[in-house]
């Protein structure tokens, strides 16, 4: 007979494993991921929705290549780091055209390059 006593889970004691939902990393960046976004959002709609905060660098809606429909998220980038936390402040848990917002730092594109994370454009 096979014994089934368990050694327990450890569970990470890091601060970013207890950090709640929605309060932001100690990395805090000028872009911001923005997902559960409607199907139908597009650059457009999501500028809209962000610049009340300040002045916006860049936006990327992801969209299926086949229907060419939005896949729901976003990433925006914005000219200022103390507008991206306003926008973050506010959007997180936001609900938007029915759906409720989930808003997350992203390190930005160059940044991913930098440590390898994504090829450079």
């Given at each position: 007979s096979r014994s089934r006593s368990r050694s327990p889970r450890r569970r990470s004691t890091s601060p970013e494993h207890k950090r709640p939902r929605g309060v932001p990393r100690a990395n805090v960046s000028k872009c911001l991921f923005v997902g559960n976004l409607a199907?139908?959002?597009d650059e457009r709609s999501v500028?809209?929705?962000?610049?009340?905060?300040?002045?916006?660098?860049?936006?990327?809606?992801?969209?299926?290549?086949?229907?060419?429909q939005s896949k729901g998220y976003a990433f925006v980038e914005m000219d200022d780091v103390d507008d991206a936390r306003d926008a973050f402040e506010d959007l997180q848990g936001f609900a938007y055209e029915g759906r409720t917002l989930r808003?997350?730092?992203?390190?930005?594109l160059e940044r991913k390059v930098d440590r390898g994370y994504a090829k450079p454009r």
């Open positions: 199907y139908h959002a500028h809209e929705l962000f610049r009340k905060y300040g002045s916006i660098k860049k936006v990327v809606v992801g969209y299926n290549n086949k229907t060419g808003v997350d730092y992203d390190l930005g």
